[in-house]
């Protein structure tokens, strides 16, 4: 069974534009979280989707936004790029929206200059 | 009170020795502590879960110690190896919808000696 996909796997951006990042899902599962993950703040929740429905928002700015298609692959949208974006983005996957073991992908590593 | 604190921040052990990673939460809701270990350049993976109805389980040479009145749960990982080195973060999680979904430890960065 394929795992999490996330593409690309690396990004370099220059501040003041926007990016899209791209998770599919382990197959079946219909739950996709995303996080972000720096030194400095560890990894945090932005967002997660179910059903096509986002369920749950972390703490982040309007600037960061998702979305999630009916065959449960997510994309995450990040506009006006600031210095402070450079991160590891992970997308993870579970069967539900409830407390369920959660799949991570191996990220998206995305630089602003 | 959505933070989860871990600790240490780094931990060297040797070979065979016993690793202890230990968390503390503060919001009673909380009612999912998975584990995770991450490799650099990978993104983390599940390693072992409890639930607060249950205060120890074991998957071979790993074991989550649930501690529900003082909200505290740890990672203790025997014998530890080589291969065993990674950085580990405990998890909070609870059902429902709202803000803090998954709150993540700041990790552990463990190191086993040959």
């Known amino acids: 069974k394929a795992g999490v996909t996330q593409t690309p796997r690396y990004l370099i951006k220059t501040r003041g534009q926007q990016v899209t990042l791209s998770c599919s899902p382990i197959?079946?599962?219909?739950?996709v979280s995303w996080y972000q993950q720096t030194p400095g703040q560890g990894l945090q929740f932005l967002f997660e989707?179910?059903?096509?429905?986002?369920?749950n928002k972390g703490n982040f700015p309007g600037r960061f936004s998702g979305r999630q298609f009916s065959n449960s692959r997510s994309e995450m949208n990040v506009s006006t790029l600031e210095l402070g974006d450079s991160a590891l983005y992970l997308c993870?996957?579970?069967?539900?929206?409830?407390?369920?073991?959660?799949?991570f992908g191996d990220g998206t590593r995305l630089s602003i200059l | 009170q959505q933070q989860v604190k871990q600790s240490p921040q780094s931990l060297i052990v040797q070979k065979g020795g016993i690793s202890i990673i230990n968390c503390a939460y503060e919001?009673?809701?909380?009612?999912?502590f998975p584990w995770y270990q991450q490799f650099p350049g990978k993104g983390p993976a599940l390693l072992i879960a409890?639930?607060?109805?249950?205060s120890e389980k074991k998957e071979g040479r790993f074991t989550i110690s649930f501690n529900k009145s003082a909200k505290q749960f740890s990672l203790h990982i025997m014998d530890s190896q080589p291969g065993d080195s990674a950085t580990y973060f405990c998890?909070?999680?609870?059902?429902?919808?709202?803000?803090?979904?998954?709150?993540f430890g700041t990790g552990t960065r463990l190191k086993v000696l040959a």
């Open positions: 993870a996957s579970s069967w539900d929206s409830s407390n369920q073991p959660q799949h």
């Open positions: 197959s079946g599962h219909r739950s």
């Open positions: 989707y179910f059903s096509e429905t986002q369920r």
């Open positions: 919001n009673t809701a909380f009612d999912y």
């Open positions: 409890i639930r607060p109805d249950v």
């Open positions: 998890a909070a999680s609870r059902e429902g919808s709202g803000t803090y979904k998954y709150i």
